[in-house]
């Protein structure tokens, strides 16, 4: 078992928990890359969402708090990441990295149930068009999009 970070654990530091359809929230449905290379910040991420759900300034506030949510979820996951590679691999016993992905894992859920609550209060004050744009922007996650980094 490799001591590095598991790849499901990769993809949910992402994009503080881009495995879950929710995590759509965390994938622009064009990407705007900085570089070839390069992924996207969470900054970036943010900026993208809300332009392709074309976020009205009536909404701004509900925004303002998915955004934040992101943010957070992605600190969680930036923090958790920084505690894994403290760890010496050598050290690392089959237990302590299955904890830690328990660890991943459990603040996924966390993060999921706090951005879908506060997703939910923004997607219930839309328009029925524009819950279609945001349908769009989730139903394209997956597709041509780059990992987050924070």
């Not at 994938?27 to 070839?36: D, I, N, S, Y």
């Not at 300034?57 to 992101?70: F, P």
């Not at 997703?119 to 997956?142: E, H």
């Amino acid at each position: 078992m490799s001591h590095k970070l598991p790849r499901a654990a990769l993809l949910l530091l992402a994009a503080g928990l881009s495995l879950a359809p929710l995590a759509a929230m965390a994938q622009p449905a064009a990407p705007a890359m900085t570089a070839p290379d390069k992924p996207e910040t969470i900054e970036q991420r943010i900026a993208s969402l809300k332009a392709n759900m074309q976020i009205t300034l009536d909404e701004t506030d509900n925004w303002n708090a998915v955004a934040a949510v992101m943010r957070a979820n992605t600190a969680t996951m930036e923090q958790l990441a920084a505690v894994k590679r403290a760890q010496p691999a050598a050290d690392m016993t089959a237990l302590d990295d299955l904890l830690t992905y328990q660890a991943f894992a459990q603040a996924h859920v966390d993060g999921l149930v706090k951005l879908t609550a506060s997703f939910t209060v923004l997607y219930n004050q839309m328009p029925d068009a524009q819950k279609k744009v945001a349908d769009g922007v989730f139903r394209s996650f997956g597709r041509a999009h780059a990992p987050v980094k924070g």
